[in-house]
Antibody
Framework: QVQLQESGPGLVKASGTLSLNCDVSGDSISSSNWWSWVRQPPGKGLEWIGEIYHSGSTNYSPSLNSRVTISVDKSKNHFSLNLSSVTAADTAVYYC???????????????WGQGTLVTVSS | DIQMTQSPSSLSASVGDRVTITCRASQTINNYFNWYQQKPGKAPKLLIYAASRLQSRVPSRFTGSGSGTDFTLTISGLQPEDFATYYCQQSYSTPYTFGQGTKLEI
């Protein structure tokens, strides 16, 4: 059974950097999957942040591209998110998810981590 | 970016009802399209992938259809555990985008 678990500080100061890890169990980070971060501000919808492949290839949302870095650590079987210059607008539940390719084309997020709330304080 | 527009944004229904949620993409996305269910305080859960394929262990009362730009999720015979928020998502191109969600309430 594949499981993902986010970890990191729940409180970050404005203008600082948000850093989260996602530990993967039951699958290898080096498998043929992409690994994504998705966030959800309180009471709002889902926003895809970006993804990484075990080779280090990344794709980021253009709206966050200048502030986001996603990295992978194959030795620890985890991947990480760094989001710099945070503001109150970055307060959200952050989820990690496995991006699974679909044989007939496309891609879905399954499974997801339980999520971790990160609050940006002034 | 591809915009995903869900309707309705909220829906009231009763146990046993049949409900339909729709999602429209701003451009054709073939069948690179998924539905998720989210309950309060929980992570989203994959229900349907590739527009119409039921994820393992998801009850058969959930059905998905559509291709191109217009998609639907139908729940036949609502059960108490189905009251949740539903999101559509396109995987045709990055940035992957979600609909704004449909809250299904009793």
């Amino acid at each position: 059974q594949v499981q993902l678990q986010e970890s990191g500080p729940g409180l970050v100061k404005a203008s600082g950097t948000l850093s989260l890890n996602c530990d993967v169990s039951g699958d290898s980070i080096s498998s043929s999957n992409w690994w994504s971060w998705v966030r959800q501000p309180p009471g709002k919808g889902l926003e895809w942040i970006g993804e990484i492949y075990h080779s280090g290839s990344t794709n980021y949302s253009p709206s966050l591209n200048s502030r986001v870095t996603i990295s992978v650590d194959k030795s620890k079987n985890h991947f990480s998110l760094n989001l710099s210059s945070v503001t109150a607008a970055d307060t959200a539940v952050y989820y990690c998810a496995r991006g699974k390719g679909i044989s007939m084309g496309g891609y879905c997020f399954d499974p997801w981590g339980q999520g971790t709330l990160v609050t940006v304080s002034s | 970016d591809i915009q995903m527009t869900q309707s309705p944004s909220s829906l009231s229904a009763s146990v046993g009802d049949r409900v339909t949620i729709t999602c429209r993409a701003s451009q054709t996305i073939n069948n690179y399209f998924n539905w998720y269910q989210q309950k309060p305080g929980k992570a989203p859960k994959l229900l349907i992938y590739a527009a119409s394929r039921l994820q393992s262990r998801v009850p058969s009362r959930f059905t998905g259809s559509g291709s191109g730009t217009d998609f639907t999720l139908t729940i036949s015979g609502l059960q108490p555990e189905d009251f949740a928020t539903y999101y559509c998502q396109q995987s045709y191109s990055t940035p992957y985008t979600f609909g704004q969600g449909t809250k299904l309430e009793i």
